[in-house]
């Protein structure tokens, strides 16, 4: 996978882009090496968890005996094997899939974000790309990662597949991040206009990842266990790309596999705590009052297995030994990364006070009182796998370059009209966080990129930054705070220096949330 952290003026950049994609980027301008590998670790991030890899490892086919072994668990194929799947890195599972168990394969469908496939041929990545005559059908939807008619189709085909099964037959599951917004089929006679409206609203006013997809699930046919239901009698084994914090099941794609443990009354909680539930469509009320008198309560999927065969850990760790063979002392300090972003970005700073204290001469790093705001701030955000002690006792005395890696979600509320996405707000915000405080002889840079290679709705993957942007920019006559402001990052970041700071990827057929990077060097 090509990255290209673009440095030349937007009339050159397209001039010369068909060179740059076929040649390697060896010097991107004077000053900017540590840009550079910057670029490279994230690099090592994503490819460590490219869907091919992820399958081959995940599944065992002994094509003498068409046994199937999936973990600890053995499976019988003989012409009766049935794929679905749902996913930003669904496309390149699938042809991993049958590639692997094609012979066995008697039927596929899938959906996977809009344009995916003519990205993938553009780049030349022939390895994401179903095979010609492929028995999988490809249902393309969910522009900017919002469901739409196009997701509902696919995801009613999907449903069709699964409700004919019988058990006999083996279902193979292949979910991803933004396998959610790919799989909507809302509960009757809640429309996919009022569903999405109401999840827009949620996330609008900063309901995180679990709160959002606990609502999807109530009002969906297919989220929550109900593809698991569809397909009963069916044994159902689901191969899950995580793109949640902490990897949790029922969370990931709002758990199409897994029997929900919410109740209307968790509903009823989030809807009253951000506000809305006096603004319930009747539909909304109509659905959520059925399902609190079922009788027969939630549904059990005792007959599946699910099974996590990727991960923002097993990227973080790709990019941690990647880092150190660059002569950085590395450490992981969490996947697991959430909170506002505004925390977020305060808290990457004084990580860099601190840490950068360890690496300059006395007098030039963090105060007592900097590194007792860092550990209070780590103890508001309830990063439940945060290593900053382990990785403050690391740097101690390393004397030379030292790179930070984490991962996960931080979430953006939405207080103005602008552009951009999380990765680009985050690194926005540590830029101007960064650029506050005097860092001495020390050389610093911050990146944050999603994985997928499409932050918000941009084309950017996220963007870096260092301290001097603030007054970089002001010098350009462009106000950081005005940009914050609006939630317009990625305007910011298209033109300060004709967009040199921006990451590029393209879409990359995986998907584990966010990498953020941190890099510290002594001059």
Known sequence: MAVVLQVLPCVARALLRPLLMGIPVVRLASGMALAEQAQQLFESTVGAVLPGPMLHRALCLDPGSGL???????????????????????????????????????????????????????????????????????????????PDRDALRAALAIRQLAEGLTADDLLLVLISGGGSALLPAPIPPVTLEEKQTLTKLLAARGANIQELNTIRKALSQLKGGGLAQAAYPAQVVSLILSDVVGDPVEVIASGPTVASVHSVQDCLHILNHYGLRAALPRSVKTVLARSDSDPHGPHS??????????????????????????GYRAVVLSAAIQGDVKSVARFYRLLTQVVGAHLTPPGTGASVEEEAQLWELAAELQLPDLQLKEALEAVVGAGGPVCLLAGGEPTVQLQGSGKGGRNQELALRVGAELGQWPLGSLEVLFLSGGTDGQDGPTEAAGAWVVPELASQAAAEGLDVAAFLSRNDSHTFFRCFRGGAHLLHTGLTGTNVMDAHLLFLRPR
């Open 68 to 146: 199937l072994k999936v973990r600890d668990r053995s499976f019988q194929l003989r012409q009766n094997l049935y794929l679905v799947g749902f996913g930003k890195a669904v496309l390149g599972m699938a042809a991993a899939a049958e590639e692997l168990l094609g012979q066995h394969l008697v039927q596929g469908v899938i959906s996977v974000p809009k344009g995916i496939r003519a990205a993938m041929e553009h780049t030349g990545k022939q390895e994401m790309l179903l095979k010609p005559h492929s028995r999988v059908q490809v249902f393309e939807g969910a522009e900017d990662n919002l």
């Open 301 to 326: 999927c005792g007959h599946v297995l699910n099974v996590i065969i990727g991960s923002n850990a097993l990227a973080l760790a790709e990019a941690q030994r990647q880092a150190e063979a660059l």
